[in-house]
């Protein structure tokens, strides 16, 4: 009973230690079709940007005094190998991958420029990942 217990509780920790994501959650699931259909360059304004994602995540200015807003989401898994006793030691790692948006506001608060950006990675390390 013990044992089973234990593998339980191994099975639990799996599950809450597998995956972790940061950033605006709202961005998480967002496509680039999706936005062509939300986001009209020219009428849309920062306010309908704000409905949509909320706060950004970052917000800084060009030298001639555009806005811009960035929003962000990471999401890490860990690959399996992490979860194998000893083995970790010698490659462990993850795949992680980033949604980034970025709104260019006028002086007005008008969308004039947006970029969208999926991408994914894999971070590795151990004796033989160096």
Not at 53 to 64: H, K, L, N, V, Y
Request: net charge neutral; aromatic share 10%; hydrophobic share 35%.
């Amino acid at each position: 009973m013990t044992q089973m217990r234990s593998s339980i509780v191994f099975m639990l920790l799996l599950l809450l230690v597998g995956c972790a994501s940061s950033g605006n959650e709202k961005v998480r699931n967002e496509t680039k079709e999706n936005l062509e259909q939300q986001i009209q360059k020219g009428k849309s304004s920062k306010q309908n940007v704000q409905d949509l994602f909320g706060d950004p995540d970052e917000i800084s200015f060009t030298d001639s005094g555009n806005e811009i807003w960035r929003f962000r989401h990471s999401v890490a898994t860990s690959k399996p190998i992490n979860f194998v006793p000893y083995a970790n030691i010698f490659s462990h790692g993850m795949d992680v991958k980033n949604k980034m948006i970025v709104f260019m506001f006028d002086k007005k608060g008008i969308v004039q420029n947006y970029t969208f950006s999926d991408s994914k990675n894999e971070v590795k390390n151990g004796l033989f990942d160096n």
